[in-house]
């Protein structure tokens, strides 16, 4: 069973992989301006975001910005950046190392960025990241963007142990920027908010995280931002559009309506819905 949500979240502050495609002409083009803000996960691998064509010729020739990785990292940390590196040089044709750095390192402070881990999230950003690290059970991964909407956003990887970031890490180098099936017949990352904007045109709804789970095809979770009213029977028609057959679960943040609601794929029955409890720390529940 499937399952959407709309919840306020106060706490909220703001190896090549087999889908992966060699740079091709055209694959260069950098978006425009009103692109850039979803750029970190629909362009995560694409020319338009960290990889960039320098000399406008249509393939992205140079990686700009770092993957940090914290300034003592795990194994599990440093074999998610090693993915996220790979996955990167496999769609440019040049880079200038090192790709990967500590969070220590000077080298850090050039974006835009792919934090491993809390660790290894500056200062200026750890309560974002301490917002998004919420009920992340073992086995659970979590990618988020920070600092959404502007045009120099990062990702940052974190998960609720080990298992559940190397799944996070894995899963999105691996599919981006596909949901899951990858190539001819997938559904991509940006066609989540898009299917949320269509049915309710008004709530200019974003995609500000991707949750997986170790072992567990799909993505578990989408979490968006919504600035405009959205209603559960919008949400509903989202669902049921047919261009997330990949997510699991639908959670957006903020917008008009605050009633989860369940979705279920095998009856297609109307949804049932019951009003989130509100704890002390305002995450409904």
């Not at 200062?123 to 073992?138: D, E, M, N, P, Y």
């Not at 979590?142 to 974190?158: F, I, Q």
């Not at 981006?176 to 940006?190: E, L, M, N, R, T």
């Amino acid at each position: 069973m499937r399952r959407f949500a709309i919840l306020f979240l106060f706490a909220f502050a703001s190896a090549a992989p087999g889908g992966a495609q060699r740079p091709r002409r055209g694959a260069g083009t950098a978006p425009g301006p009103e692109a850039r803000a979803t750029d970190a996960f629909s362009r995560a691998f694409a020319a338009g975001w960290m990889l960039e064509d320098t000399n406008h010729n249509g393939l992205a020739d140079a990686i700009r910005g770092h993957i940090v990785v914290p300034a003592q990292p795990s194994a599990a940390e440093n074999a998610a950046a090693a993915n996220l590196a790979a996955r990167l040089a496999y769609g440019a044709t040049g880079m200038t190392p090192p790709l990967v750095v500590a969070a220590d390192s000077a080298l850090a402070a050039a974006g835009p960025h792919i934090y491993i881990g809390a660790g290894a999230v500056p200062t200026a950003q750890a309560g974002a990241v301490k917002a998004w690290t919420f009920r992340l059970a073992a086995g659970e991964g979590r990618v988020v963007l920070l600092a959404p909407g502007s045009g120099d956003s990062d990702l940052a990887v974190v998960g609720g142990n080990d298992a559940g970031l190397t799944a996070a890490a894995n899963d999105f180098s691996a599919r981006a920027p596909y949901q899951w099936k990858v190539g001819h017949g997938g559904d991509a990352v940006g066609a989540i908010a898009a299917a949320v904007n269509a049915a309710a045109p008004g709530a200019r709804a974003q995609l500000v995280g991707l949750d997986y789970r170790a072992g567990v095809p799909g993505i578990a979770k989408a979490y968006l931002t919504a600035h405009g009213a959205i209603s559960k029977a919008q949400l509903a028609r989202a669902f049921a559009g047919g261009h997330l057959a990949a997510v699991h679960e639908l959670f957006v943040l903020g917008g008009a309506a605050m009633a989860p609601v369940t979705w279920s794929l095998v009856a297609r029955r109307p949804p049932s819905v019951s009003l989130p409890r509100p704890s002390s720390s305002g995450v409904a529940r």
